[in-house]
């Protein structure tokens, strides 16, 4: 079946790097994704990484893939209070281009 | 570009009252998706359309909502009854066809009293 998992919440200090992790389920998921949502806003894409790839580095943020344990995750670098917001990852099947979203991450960056 | 446009941006209705949603995606767009995201929740999807075709709806509650893209281009989303549980944030998205990227919307916040 089709799951997306993700822990709720992540606290930082400011410059410190953030870690956000996701794991999904199902295998054949062409594109992974990361999107960023502030309060009252819709979602925004942040990055994404195809399947056959196993890192993506775009200015401070780096995606990692590890498809053999199905885990993705997002690594903010230099970590600013503009960062909090909860982050989704989400997975997209291939052939329908359905979106699945993991529940979200809310990240908190302490001044 | 002018991003995916939605509107209204908040509701307020009573139970059993009806309620429509509007959304008009990116300029070329083929393909809308309408997300239904629940307070502390990842966004659900309720329907997808390519162009004026319906992709995948098997998520949409059919016996109260319901959608539509006659022209391809812009959609609506109907809630006929709502219920209480329907409170939440409807988001809209488009990609282009065979697009790599999906676009969001502000989204519309349904609350249901």
């Known amino acids: 079946g089709e799951d997306v998992e993700q822990s709720l919440f992540l606290s930082v200090r400011e410059g410190d790097s953030s870690v956000i992790n996701c794991t999904y389920t199902?295998?054949?998921?062409?594109?992974l994704y990361w999107y960023k949502q502030e309060p009252g806003a819709g979602l925004q894409l942040l990055t994404y990484i195809f399947s056959n790839m196993d890192m993506k580095q775009d200015q401070r943020l780096t995606v990692l893939l590890n498809k053999k344990d199905k885990h993705l995750s997002l690594r903010i670098a230099d970590t600013q209070t503009g960062d909090s917001a909860i982050y989704f990852c989400a997975e997209r099947t291939s052939g329908t281009y359905k979106y699945i979203f993991g529940t979200g991450t809310r990240l908190k960056v302490l001044a | 570009e002018a991003g995916v446009a939605q509107s209204p941006r908040y509701k307020i209705i009573e139970k059993r009252q009806s309620v429509a949603f509007w959304c008009n995606p990116i300029?070329?767009?083929?393909?809308l998706y309408w997300y239904q995201q629940i307070l502390g929740q990842g966004p659900k999807l309720l329907i997808q359309f390519q162009n004026n075709g319906v992709v995948d709806d098997s998520q949409l509650p059919k016996d109260r909502f319901s959608a539509e893209r006659l022209k391809g281009v812009d959609s609506t989303l109907k809630i006929q009854p709502a219920k209480l549980e329907d409170s939440a944030v409807y988001l809209c998205a488009s990609s282009s066809r065979g697009g790599d990227e999906q676009f969001f919307g502000p989204g519309t916040r349904l609350t249901v009293l």
């Open positions: 300029s070329g767009h083929a393909t």
């Open positions: 199902d295998s054949s998921s062409t594109y």
